[in-house]
């Protein structure tokens, strides 16, 4: 205020001399001279108070009134030019005052620069950089804004994460994850009223705002999206299927906090993801179950680091013989407090946590330990270990595996590495980069679940594969079904058209062993031959066979 005092002062006493004109001259110790003292001082008052420090408020109220600086010299300056057209007025004051009509248009147009650059600075820093889409700073700047007006309706927010997102980025490279992401987020928005918000979080998360909705309308607009992801997204000539688990929170029923909203959705999405539901609406019984899912996040890290993890091994029967061909090892957890945990406990949780490649290292490490035991006993065993997406996109994969087999001086026979079908399809010159090494080292490698992926069969092919093992969910029902048994017998005489074995899971009653014995099947496993034991119990179980088998 005294810095634009001070200058009104002056434009006032500068007027006032302009319209005296040159005639009247000018004359000491005049009113004129009391005016342009009292605007220095008002000048100089205001620096010295420039220099203290000022709080964010009254900062912004010397940029409010300063915006009066500039206005109120065009005011004085298009005053002394129409005045000058009625009166006789100095060509000096004429000449000023149209300098500062010129400095004022400059400044005008700085400032509107100023404006346009700030609107876009602040347009960015509420967009997503990839997507486009509003991000977190802008969900956090509108919705508590809807919340706060809203009258006596209901809203919901929903919350979406994209299932097994990582293993694109692994397997395809964050490229095409990231034009996965927004092909996403133009297939979302295209599916949502124009009033909804939507909002990329960061990574595969995104989050739906929705005004005037409440429960059913919530669940309607979840199926919907899901609905609209499930059509495959075309890149790099592949087709991807994405799925995606949905968390909703309800406002007012569970708060009308954003904060509050955004980690209940949270906590039911994590819910719909372990149920594998599609989408879950928060309930109070919730908040446990994300406190248990902090909680044995860090027990699995504990798990890792402490030795808790230890193998079973199912053995595979060959079908010809009846002799045990190899094992599969599996992984469990010996919990200190819950027990012995199976994978469907964990594995999920170790999977969106990142730990899987730690896992993998744990279990090769186990698997041949024991492979090195038996081999010493003079029982060599061929030992199978599963891997996944996430640990095959490490080109120095086959030379650790190498590396660790050697260091036990064991046979590279002694491991088989099983790969998903899936990871195969997803990208296949790196599959065969990777595989092909691991071939040309000695180990053997089987594709895990065949015939549960939608890929081409022109893998088989392609890359350097020894054994195909057939899912469970095509042996179980030949019993039962015609054409089950067929597809088993078809693939079957697939595979070793090819050359390649093949081993059938799930054999669960001797109907089963009986007719993949019939159709020539390779080898077997199923709870009818074993289920899968600690290696002690393995021991025994093979003693008692081989004595079985003894003449009497």
């Known amino acids: 205020m005294l810095l634009i005092g001070g200058f009104l002062i002056f434009a006032a006493s500068d007027v006032v001399l302009a319209l005296m004109g040159r005639g009247a001259g000018y004359r000491l110790e005049t009113m004129l001279d009391a005016a342009w003292t009292l605007g220095l001082a008002l000048v100089a008052t205001w620096v010295d108070g420039a220099t203290r420090p000022a709080g964010a408020g009254s900062r912004g109220l010397k940029g409010a009134w300063g915006l009066l600086v500039p206005a109120a010299a065009t005011a004085a300056a298009l005053g002394v030019l129409i005045l000058g057209t009625r009166l006789p007025v100095s060509a000096l004051a004429v000449a000023l005052a149209g300098g500062t009509l010129v400095l004022a248009v400059v400044r005008t147009q700085l400032a509107f620069r100023q404006l346009v650059k700030m609107a876009d600075l602040r347009r960015q820093a509420l967009t997503d950089d990839l997507t486009g889409l509003p991000n977190r ?23 979406l994460d994209l299932d097994r997102f990582k293993e694109v980025n692994d397997s395809l490279g964050h490229d095409v994850g990231d034009r996965l992401l927004v092909q996403v987020g133009v297939r979302l928005s295209t599916h949502l009223r124009g009033r909804d918000l939507l909002a990329r979080l ?6 739906v705002f929705l005004d005037n909705a409440g429960r059913d309308q919530a669940v309607a607009v979840a199926v919907k999206l899901r609905a609209a992801l499930a059509e495959s997204f075309t890149l790099e000539g592949i087709a991807l299927q994405v799925d995606v688990s949905i968390g909703i929170a309800l406002s007012p029923d569970q708060g009308d906090d954003l904060k509050v909203l955004l980690r209940k959705a949270d906590m039911a999405m994590y819910k719909a993801k ?14 446990s179950h994300g406190d248990d899912r902090l909680r044995t996040l860090e027990e699995l890290r504990i798990a890792l680091r402490d030795d808790q993890l230890v193998l079973h091994y199912q053995p595979k029967i060959d079908l010809t013989t009846g002799t045990v061909h190899g ?53 060599p065993m061929t030992v199978a270990v599963n891997l996944s997406a996430s640990s095959l996109v490490d080109a120095d994969l086959p030379q650790r595996v190498i590396g660790m087999i050697a260091a036990r001086r064991l046979p590279a026979s002694a491991l088989m590495l099983e790969i998903t079908e899936e990871f195969l399809m997803a990208d296949r010159e790196r599959a065969r980069a990777i ?13 895990d679940d065949f015939g549960t992926g ?9 890359l350097p594969i020894d054994e195909l093992k057939l899912d469970r969910s095509f042996v179980i029902p030949m019993a039962d079904d ?36 019939r159709q020539g099947c390779d080898h077997a496993q199923g709870f009818f031959l074993s289920k899968a034991l600690p290696a002690d119990v393995l021991d025994e179980w093979l003693e008692h066979r081989r004595l079985e088998s003894l003449p009497v």
Not at 202 to 207: I, M, Q, T, Y
Request: charged fraction near 25%; proline fraction near 2%.
């Open 137 to 159: 700073r802008a969900l956090y700047a509108d919705v508590p804004e809807r919340l706060a007006s809203r009258q006596d309706g209901h809203s919901a927010l929903l919350l």
């Open 202 to 207: 960061g990574g595969d998360e995104f989050a």
């Open 274 to 287: 372990a149920a594998r539901s599609g989408h879950h609406i928060y309930m109070s019984v919730d908040n």
């Open 327 to 379: 094992v599969e090892a599996l992984v469990r957890w010996k919990h200190p407090a819950r027990g012995l945990l199976y994978p469907e406990a964990f594995l999920v949780l170790v999977e969106e946590a990142g730990l899987m490649h730690w896992m993998t290292e744990v279990v090769l490490e186990k698997a041949l330990d024991q492979a090195a035991v038996w081999e010493a006993e003079g029982r």
């Open 435 to 447: 595989l092909t090494e691991l071939s040309a080292g000695g180990i053997r490698l089987a594709v």
């Open 454 to 462: 939608y890929s081409s069969l022109a893998y088989l092919r392609d």
């Open 482 to 517: 015609l054409r089950a048994a067929a597809l088993v017998s078809s693939t079957i005489h697939l595979a070793h058209s090819l050359g390649l074995r093949m081993v059938a899971e799930g054999v669960e009653d001797a109907d089963a062993y009986d007719a993949l014995v």
